[in-house]
């Protein structure tokens, strides 16, 4: 997810399921992406068909509580307004799976492929992304309709060619059907948590500070302490080259040295955030990357991107409406340019994204340890939460999928052997391999099951719009 990434990854419709539905995807599930070898999205859960339907419900699911008005805004480039999200994801079945595999395919609607398509040039000409916003037709409910439209055939096509569990099957026809129909998946989760990052963004803008989610008011409590673990380093794997669904740019596993390296086990609070701004963090030079402080200077930076004060206290625009900034919620909505200035601030660094990985695969506290509240309609495929939670102390790393992303200081860049898949979908990654830096982990609106350890999400070194967080290392031992 990022740039044309982010933003090309991910619309709703007053069709769409009931709001009550939402609080029941929000259940927590024994998650899968502990899994170092990564299929996140599990095998066995039955056959695609199902699948399919479950995943895009849960899209419908996030956007029913949005007006169409709230659907067709776009606040800035990298933002796409929600209809959009729901009808590009629905593209890319269409183009990439019915396209390819329905007999007698025809296109819903050929316009659409010009105006749904995000990134992909070889697939033919795109509507502007800036101008995303400027689309008052096809409205939400039509989106709704392009998305029965494709839903009905794509259930026809899956029932018909991969009946049985995701896993059985040999034909080679169907091997590449279940590889796209995979990809799918991904693609549309992916656009969920954009669907919501840019919504966010939409709603943010608005002087009547609506609140886009109802949720529980939860009272702030005392931030827990942090502690560091400690790793050895040396020669470890890297990357992800397993049966299990993962991205191109994951691949290939390889080895890299590692030295002795600490790493946080929680993120980075908004208290310990404000104590960084009131010494001068978004003030002193010395402690920034000279882009970053070109950004400072730019665009005024002197706060995460949603704060904004009001008299003696700093409030924050959430999902669930604008209130005061809590100390013991994980900061979130940083670049990686006020990243680094804090752990710099901190005298400590990020760490790079195999040492997070390494760390993660080595001591992260189980998902499931934390699963046993579980409930819901859907257990597999719901969010954490509209807003990252307080971090609840415990021993072992902990907000690693569930809270915020974490920068990196390693860029985006294709592994020792990594090549591009033939094909469209050799667009999906492997193009973004420039000025974009590493993400890790996951954040509380990354659909369960997405994330895994060794996913590499990516962005521009500037963007704030992401729930992008902060956790710390440490080269030196104690
Ligand atoms: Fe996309």
């Known amino acids: 997810m990022s740039a044309p990434t982010t933003t090309d990854r991910f619309s709703a419709s007053n069709d769409s399921p009931a709001q009550a539905s939402i609080d029941d995807t929000l259940a927590v599930h024994p998650a899968t992406h502990d899994s170092p070898s990564g299929d996140s999205l599990g095998d066995g859960l039955g056959d695609f068909a199902s ?6 419900r849960l899209t419908e699911e996030l956007a029913a509580p949005l007006t169409p008005e709230d659907q067709t805004v776009q606040t800035m480039p990298d933002v796409s307004p929600t209809k959009w999200h729901r009808a590009h994801v629905t593209w890319f ?58 839903d009905d055939r794509m259930l026809d096509l899956l029932s018909a060619r991969l009946p049985g569990e995701r896993s059985g099957g040999s034909r080679p026809e169907d091997d590449a059907l279940r590889a796209l129909v995979s990809l799918g998946f991904h693609h549309e989760h992916q656009h969920q ?19 886009g989610y109802p949720g529980p ?6 931030p827990s302490t942090a502690s560091w673990i400690e790793f050895g380093g040396g020669v470890v794997d890297a990357g992800n080259s397993s049966d299990g669904f993962h991205f191109d740019n994951e691949e290939p ?20 955030w404000l104590e960084f701004m009131t010494d001068g963090g978004y003030e002193r030079h010395e402690l920034w990357l000279s882009d970053g402080w070109a950004r400072v200077n730019g665009e005024k930076w002197c706060s995460p991107l949603y704060w904004t004060r009001d008299g003696s206290q700093w409030r924050e625009h959430t999902l669930h409406g604008t209130r005061p900034v809590r100390l013991d919620e994980p900061v979130v909505h940083v670049s990686h340019y006020e990243a680094d200035a804090f752990a710099t601030w901190a005298g400590k660094r990020l760490p790079t994204e195999f040492e997070w990985e390494h760390a993660m695969r080595e001591s992260m506290v189980a998902p499931q340890a934390r699963d046993d509240q579980a409930h819901g309609i859907d257990q597999e495929y719901g969010i954490e939460g509209f807003h990252p939670a307080a971090d609840t102390a415990g021993t072992g790393m902990r907000q690693v999928f569930d809270s915020a992303w974490q920068w990196t200081s ?20 492997g193009k973004f391999m420039s000025g974009q830096m590493v993400l890790r982990g996951g954040a509380s609106v990354t ?32």
């Not at 948590?193 to 609140?211: A, R, T």
């Not at 008011?217 to 005392?222: F, H, I, T």
């Not at 390889?254 to 609070?269: E, G, Q």
């Open 253 to 272: 596993t390889h080895a890299v040295l590692l030295r002795p390296f600490r790493l946080a086990d929680r993120l980075v609070t908004n208290g310990e």
């Open 217 to 222: 008011r939860v009272a702030p409590g005392s």
């Open 447 to 478: 659909p369960k099951g997405h994330a895994r350890v060794s996913y590499r999400n990516f962005f521009p070194p500037h963007a704030r719009w992401a729930f992008s967080g902060v956790r710390l290392a440490d080269t030196q031992m104690s």
């Open 193 to 211: 948590e954009l669907l919501l990052m840019d919504i966010k963004h939409v709603l943010s803008l608005n002087p009547l500070e609506p609140v």
């Open 51 to 56: 699948e399919y339907e479950r995943v895009r």
């Open 410 to 429: 390693s860029a985006h860049l294709p592994y020792p052997g990594f090549t591009t898949p033939a094909g469209a979908v050799g667009e999906y990654n």
């Open 93 to 150: 079945f269409e183009a990439f799976v019915l396209a390819e595999h329905q007999p007698g395919f025809s296109m819903f609607q050929d316009t659409y492929w010009t105006l749904f398509n995000s990134y992909y040039e070889s697939v033919g000409a795109r509507y502007p992304r800036a101008n995303r916003g400027h689309i008052s037709r096809p409205g939400a409910q039509d989106v709704g309709d392009y998305r029965r439209h494709v």
